[in-house]
């Protein structure tokens, strides 16, 4: 049996926290030391620079990509990164968390696009770390690894960027993490 899915509804409940007043301080007060550290040059062009890696349509490139190569995991694919997609929505229209450039003193929208939805969870994060799972899956360790780094820069990349806070891009992680998990669970079983 495997652990993914318990590691992703970890990180994705442990995102939740933010909900308690204390812990959505010390989120903010995370959010301000990345963001400060990670928001000046050279990080700031690498970030925006890897800004797309996280949006959906390189994930639906990919998708379409892996449907070319293999059309029922391509399908499978599809279906979880639907149900993560669909549950990100509906938790982001019902929490309705704002954004840290929206509420925080001094805190720059830096992102090439603006966003108009809330904050939690993380739907950059969420594809970035869906993909990891699916091109390790169907490419190997060595490509897993590879993307689950640069996941780990775009996640980075939107605190940086100052689009959402930490505890936003833990929980979109697992969100993605578990519909990877899912995909691959009805295409292999």
């Known amino acids: 049996m495997s652990i993914?899915?318990?590691i992703s509804v970890s990180l994705f409940l442990g995102g939740l926290a933010y909900r308690l007043p204390?812990?959505?301080?010390?989120?903010?007060?995370l959010f301000?030391?990345?963001h400060r550290m990670l928001s000046r040059p050279p990080w700031r062009g690498l970030f925006r620079t890897l800004w797309p890696l996280g949006t959906t349509p390189v994930t639906l490139m990919v998708l379409l990509a892996l449907t070319l190569y293999k059309w029922h995991a391509g399908l499978y694919a599809a279906l979880?990164?639907?149900?993560?997609?669909?549950l990100e929505r509906l938790i982001k229209v019902k929490l309705r968390r704002?954004?840290?450039f929206a509420h925080l003193l001094d805190v720059e929208m830096l992102q090439p696009r603006h966003p108009h939805d809330p904050s939690y969870p993380s739907g950059d994060a969420l594809r970035a770390?869906?993909?990891?799972g699916i091109l390790a899956y169907?490419?190997?360790?060595i490509w897993g690894m590879l993307s689950g780094g640069l996941a780990l820069l775009v996640s980075l990349g939107r605190i940086a960027l100052g689009v959402h806070h930490p505890l936003d891009v833990l929980s979109?992680?697992?969100l993605g993490l578990f519909s990877a998990w899912f995909a691959l669970a009805l295409w292999s079983g």
């Open 4 to 6: 993914l899915p318990w």
């Open 22 to 29: 204390s812990i959505a301080r010390l989120d903010e007060i």
């Open 32 to 34: 301000l030391y990345l």
């Open 80 to 86: 979880g990164y639907t149900l993560g997609a669909s």
């Open 98 to 100: 704002a954004r840290p």
């Open 129 to 132: 770390w869906f993909l990891v």
């Open 138 to 141: 169907f490419l190997g360790t």
């Open 172 to 174: 979109g992680s697992g």
